[in-house]
């Protein structure tokens, strides 16, 4: 039913442009009366049939269930505004998902960070304002990829510029521990530090900001060893050049021909005579502040010397005296214990260095009296056994 219902206009349409609609054909001859007349006869027959059907058209749609029909057209009425409330949804999803902001990329993060870190401090100095952003920065240096990618923003550049140049001296030192961080363990920004002079321009802060220093340093810049500020500093520096110097061939020679072992030699002895001289002054820093940097230097050797021994760097006279001296200190500190053992298992067993034998009584090499390595001898004579490793140790030193 309802398929006649939605054809019946099409038929209807049909039939009334065939009605009393005649045919000419152009092969008919004009002076063929009596053929004429003939289809005239059959016109006048097909005029009746097209009649007939039509009436019979009308019956059927007269006949057709209207009830029906308006049932569907309420069905339909009712299922739009729900398709169309679906729709509606449907779009808004689309809208909010368009709306929503794309998540910065790590790059992105790193750049954003950069720029925000030059406007605080390179064009317009907002004292420490910088360093909560620093502190981010460094948590995406970790990823040797992101490391590289700060480079080629110039990331290295804008750090060693800060660390030359800030004038307050805890952005100079999250600066300098952000180059260790990035630069450490990945060649391809080791390269970019190279360019930039990164482990020359440290040293020479290291030489030059020593009270000892003969460089032309300007005073205001030299390290103050009373200040918490100023070891904080002064680690950190240590810690980036033992950071661009390890396992990397051009550091070595630049370490090399900048005399860079003698630069944190003298460190040492001048963090040392500095706490003899002050010990009665009421200012003096605790014990911890002064071997926090005397651990970074000797981490910074020891590392070298198990590293790349072929460098033959911190084996002299004087560093292994420095590290015969620290056996008192090594009984004491376990971290201090491991780093100085393992410089002696390399320069004794690999460089046959006899100097670094820290056993016997020997004082003959060592130059400053206070690094005397008597009291850690007895000590060890003395102190209970804990482990064979204490028993071997007690041996040699009884020998």
């Known amino acids: 039913m309802m398929f006649l219902s939605s054809w019946l206009p099409l038929f209807l349409a049909l039939?009334?442009?065939s009605h009393g609609l005649q045919i000419i054909d152009p092969s008919r001859s004009q002076l063929n009366h009596a053929a004429e007349d003939t289809h005239d006869d059959e016109d006048e027959h097909d005029v009746s049939s097209n009649v007939h059907l039509l009436h019979s058209l009308d019956q059927i749609a007269a006949d057709d269930d209207s009830q029906e029909l308006n049932e569907q057209i309420t069905i339909l009425s009712q299922h739009q505004p729900q398709r169309h409330r679906e729709r509606q949804e449907h779009l808004e999803?689309?809208?909010?998902?368009?709306?929503?902001?794309?998540?910065?990329?790590e790059t992105d993060h790193i750049h954003m960070l950069l720029n925000t870190i030059v406007n605080k401090t390179i064009h317009h100095q907002q004292g420490t304002a910088a360093l909560p952003d620093l502190e981010v920065l460094r948590d995406f240096l970790h990823q040797i990829d992101n490391a590289v990618d700060f480079g080629k923003m110039g990331g290295l550049s804008i750090m060693l510029q800060l660390v030359l140049d800030y004038p307050f001296i805890e952005v100079r030192t999250s600066?300098?521990?952000?180059?260790?961080?990035?630069c450490q363990n990945n060649p391809t920004l080791m390269a970019m530090a190279h360019n930039i002079s990164t482990v020359q321009n440290i040293l020479y802060l290291l030489q030059s900001s020593s009270s000892s220093s003969s460089s032309g340093g300007v005073p205001s810049a030299r390290i103050n060893l009373l200040d918490a500020n100023s070891i904080h500093y002064l680690s950190k520096l240590i810690w980036a050049l033992s950071a661009l110097t390890r396992q990397n061939a051009h550091s070595y020679s630049i370490f090399k021909h900048y005399d860079g072992s003698d630069v944190v030699y003298d460190w040492i002895m001048e963090i040392y005579n500095f706490w003899n001289l002050h010990k009665q002054a009421p200012t003096l820093l605790s014990e911890s502040y002064k071997n926090k940097v005397i651990e970074k230097v000797l981490m910074f050797a020891s590392d070298v010397v198990v590293l790349s021994p072929e460098q033959s760097l911190f084996v002299d006279d004087k560093w292994c005296d420095i590290f015969a001296a620290h056996f008192n200190y090594a009984q004491k500190q376990y971290a201090m214990r491991e780093i100085t053992l393992a410089y002696w298992d390399v320069a004794v067993n690999s460089l046959f260095c006899v100097n670094c034998i820290p056993f016997g009584g020997h004082t003959q090499h060592i130059a400053q009296q206070h690094l005397s390595i008597d009291i850690g001898l007895q000590k060890l004579i003395k102190m209970e056994s804990e482990d064979e490793f204490d028993e071997e140790m007690k041996e040699k030193a009884q020998q």
């Not at 999803?93 to 990329?105: E, M, N, R, Y």
């Not at 600066?175 to 990035?182: N, V």
């Open 15 to 17: 039939l009334y442009l």
């Open 175 to 182: 600066a300098a521990w952000t180059i260790g961080l990035s």
């Open 93 to 105: 999803k689309i809208v909010k998902f368009l709306q929503t902001p794309i998540p910065l990329s």
